[in-house]
């Protein structure tokens, strides 16, 4: 599958952004993950086994919101009161090889990838 994020940019802190991702088609499961300037790659949200449960980052757990559209085999992400931290290119995944927790934090798990985009956040 094919996915196709959107919605990033550049706001102050404080501020809110709502991130969209497409897919081409339907998908497992989808999720966000996140990778700032000379940092791994680290684990935003995403929907468990079957949709039915969420997992959040502790770094954004109250302040982001992950939801989907199936109709439209779309995940959004929420970010509200946005800070410096939250700096870097966002990426949607997709199709998870893997049923168990530590998998849907894992972005090793993941077979389709969205180009990232850009959320810059000023102090």
């Known amino acids: 599958v094919q996915l196709q994020a959107s919605g990033g940019g550049l706001v102050q802190a404080g501020a809110s952004l709502r991130l969209s991702c497409a897919a081409s088609g339907g998908t497992s499961t989808m999720g966000w993950f996140r990778q700032a300037p000379g940092k791994e790659r680290e684990f935003v949200a995403t929907f468990g086994p079957n949709t039915r449960r969420i997992y959040y980052a502790g770094s954004v757990k109250g302040r982001f919101t992950i939801s989907r559209d199936n109709a439209k085999n779309t995940v959004y992400l929420q970010m509200n009161s946005l800070e410096p931290e939250d700096t870097a290119v966002y990426y949607c995944?997709?199709?998870?090889?893997?049923?168990?927790?530590?998998?849907?934090?894992?972005?090793?798990?993941?077979?389709?990838w969205g180009q990232g985009t850009q959320v810059t956040v000023s102090s």
């Open positions: 995944a997709a199709d998870i090889r893997c049923s168990i927790y530590t998998c849907y934090v894992d972005g090793q798990y993941y077979d389709s």
